[in-house]
């Protein structure tokens, strides 16, 4: 037995030194346990009781922050109308329409919302230099004919919106009287879906009066980011001011509407707009992957996407949007809103697509290892001995290896090219779920 004389002093220290770890680490707003090096917070959730932050019953705080929020919708004449009507049957419902603006390339109106023509405006002389104008003026002589454009191919054009959107936008909000102007203006497209009260949460501790430009990156040379607009992004009051200063750009002079950015030589609109901030000194702030470009069954679930909230989804066919929405709305109702929406919770709705083998099928798109196997049993062999793997996808005489579990997307065989055959690892998946606990969700921190 150590000597009370010795002893005491060394245990009064550690417990000393315990209490004071468990204070910090209950009440700081970041825990020890980092996301990438750059760690998350842990904010306090109050209950919304299920309701809508939009709904004026909403207690939370939450629903302070939506009645501060510019919901914009991107869509295009060329586009199947199918995907904006589900939209707007479903995620778009709770949208108050005060919140919600529709922008296009062709005015036209889609049950009792109007879809407002965003290049309308542009002078014809700068219109001129773009060759993909080519296919709006189709469009407009489709209309006026009463014909369907949706026929046409209108990806070219698409490209043009995203700028002029932000002015269109901005002088909207100048006509209105101070305190009636939005804080935030959270862009999306019609195959996008939205957790409110995720992204409103996550508003509520930045300030509006910031020029913020966030959502998830895409990494383009020389390493400039800008958010991809499916993912949706948000524009803070102050970037979108900053963005339309007076000296910003006078009206006649060259690529006026995309704000100086020749939008024709680059890939997309999405990548416009964080050129033309970052010419104002405006870099993105990403929060991958609470914003995420996939869906619930292309997830990869993991350390990464497990106790982190869940902001968006990307490439959200028609059916599918509606059977999640309808599948969240009963897990509003069950949760009461006592818990922000987890990727542990997402993973419950695609459960079942987790089984020993599937043919035709590939469960695999970022390779975390390729080896030689000449068949679906070697291959599963091998996922065994990787104590890492919880999936493969055997194809050919190649097996592939994944240090994460997503359900994948079917592969149908073509003539004269190889089977996809994929696996999972059920065993590992399932000590995962009994391992990862999550005390709390972890509210990434922006990257940078």
């Not at 066919?317 to 109702?333: N, P, Q, T, V, Y």
Request: hydrophobic share 35%.
């Amino acid at each position: 037995m150590i000597p009370r004389s010795i002893s005491r002093r060394p245990l009064r220290a550690v417990a000393f030194a315990a209490i004071v770890l468990l204070l910090v680490y209950s009440f700081s707003d970041v825990s020890f346990s980092d996301f990438g090096g750059r760690g998350y917070h842990k904010w306090r959730w109050q209950s919304s009781e299920g309701v809508s932050p939009f709904n004026e019953t909403c207690k939370s705080s939450r629903a302070s922050v939506a009645r501060d929020v510019q919901v914009i919708v991107k869509t295009g004449g060329s586009e199947p109308l199918g995907r904006l009507t589900t939209q707007i049957a479903t995620l778009l419902t709770e949208v108050p329409m005060q919140n919600l603006l529709i922008f296009s390339d062709l005015d036209e109106d889609v049950g009792f919302y109007h879809v407002q023509d965003v290049l309308k405006d542009i002078p014809k002389e700068e219109r001129s230099v773009y060759p993909a104008f080519a296919l709006y003026d189709q469009q407009q002589v489709l209309k006026a004919e009463g014909k369907d454009t949706r026929e046409l191919n209108g990806w070219e054009l698409d490209r043009y919106k995203n700028l002029p959107m932000k002015r269109m936008i901005w002088n909207l909000q100048q006509s209105l009287k101070k305190e009636e102007r939005k804080k935030w203006f959270l862009f999306i497209d019609t195959d996008t879906w939205v957790e409110w009260d995720n992204i409103f949460e996550l508003l509520g501790h930045l300030d509006s009066s910031d020029k913020l430009y966030m959502g998830s990156p895409v990494w383009r040379k020389p390493l400039l980011e800008f958010a991809h607009g499916g993912s949706a992004y948000v524009f803070s009051y102050g970037a979108l001011e900053a963005l339309n200063k007076p000296d910003s750009h006078t009206i006649g002079t060259p690529l006026y509407s995309q704000y100086g950015v020749n939008v024709t030589e680059i890939c997309c609109g999405d990548l416009a707009v964080a050129l033309a901030l970052n010419d104002r000194g405006i870099g993105m702030k990403g929060y991958w992957p609470m914003f995420n470009g996939e869906i619930a069954a292309t997830t990869p679930y993991g350390d990464d996407h497990w106790c982190e909230p869940v902001i968006s989804f990307h490439h959200i066919g028609e059916s599918e949007l509606d059977d999640f929405w309808r599948w969240h709305k009963d897990w509003k109702a069950k949760t009461k809103g006592l818990q922000p929406l987890l990727y542990k919770d997402v993973y419950e709705y695609v459960a079942d697509g987790f089984m020993e083998k599937r043919e035709d099928w590939n469960n695999i798109e970022e390779v975390t290892r390729r080896l030689d196997a000449a068949t679906f049993e070697d291959c599963k062999d091998a996922c065994e001995v990787d104590r890492f793997c919880y999936q493969f996808t055997h194809h050919g005489d190649k097996c592939d290896l994944a240090h994460y579990f997503r359900v994948g997307r079917v592969r149908p065989a073509e003539v004269g090219n190889d089977k996809f055959v994929a696996g999972w690892h059920l065993g590992r998946i399932q000590a995962f779920m009994a391992r990862k606990k999550c005390k709390t969700a972890h509210w990434v921190k922006s990257n940078p």
